[in-house]
């Protein structure tokens, strides 16, 4: 059993059948990537993962627990965050600002859900934002504001901002889209070394196969809504039912 186990997930829009029959099974602690072409439902399957969108058919489980018919707020506290394609922080905040924000959430969410009432007092949440910054080599850059910062760092503290909530499941949907190559390279060092500092699961979209085969243990390649391959990096390279996925041939 996966952390993250999706069986039968299908979802329509009107005439289009975005999602076939999707089956997916993310092992605890483990690098997982999806691919495939424009179009072939990687961000509706995401979508549909953290209660943005609720699948016509199948079920998602994460840890044994159903994510269906749960809200994205009641989704993200279960220990799942996501890292959106446009990076999602405060423009006019500045590093710290931003970094307060998940933490304070952490400790109000936990009240709103289950009534547990944390003593956490706002010096202690400063704490633990100023810790995260430093984790996240972003200490030096506290007092700038967000809007200026690099591609590369904007992303840097949206991934920081995600980790702040803890999560057990980080989802990302193409975390380097438009990035020059440096601060897709960034992006890579950073997605590594959070690997090896904690516990996490990674769930990553990605188009960039630079991206892919650097990070990932095993790859899943959609096409059309459905599964065509799921294996190890090195099967996927070359696979000819990959390749004609994505060439047409
Ligand atoms: P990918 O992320 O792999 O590029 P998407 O999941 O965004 O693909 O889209 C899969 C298909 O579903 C595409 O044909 C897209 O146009 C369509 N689609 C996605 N979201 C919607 C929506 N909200 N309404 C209608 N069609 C959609
Ligand atoms: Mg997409």
Sequence with gaps: MGILEVKNVGKRFGGLQALGDVNLSVAENSVHAIIGPNGAGKSTLLNCLVGKLIPDTGSVMFDGQSVLGRTPYEINQMGISRVFQTPEIFADLTVMENMMIPCFAKRDGAFKLNGIKSVE?????????????????????????????????????????????????????????????????????????????????????????????????????????????????????????????????
Aim: some cysteine; hydrophobic content about 40%; overall charge negative.
């Design 121 to 249: 007092s706002e010096a202690e949440i400063r704490d633990r934002a100023e810790a995260m910054m430093e984790d996240m080599n972003l200490a030096e850059k506290r007092h700038m504001h967000a809007a200026s910062m690099s591609r590369g760092d904007k992303r840097r503290l949206e991934i920081a901002m995600c980790l702040a909530q803890e999560p057990r499941l980080l989802l990302l949907d193409e975390p380097t889209a438009g990035m020059a190559r440096a601060d897709t390279n960034n992006t890579i060092d950073l997605l590594k070394e959070i690997k090896q500092k904690r516990d996490i699961t990674i769930v990553i979209i990605e188009h960039d196969m630079h991206v892919v085969f650097s990070l990932a243990e095993r790859i899943t390649v959609l096409a059309q809504g459905t599964p065509l391959v799921e294996d190890v990096p090195s099967k996927i390279k070359g696979h000819p039912k990959v390749r004609e996925a994505y060439l047409g041939e």
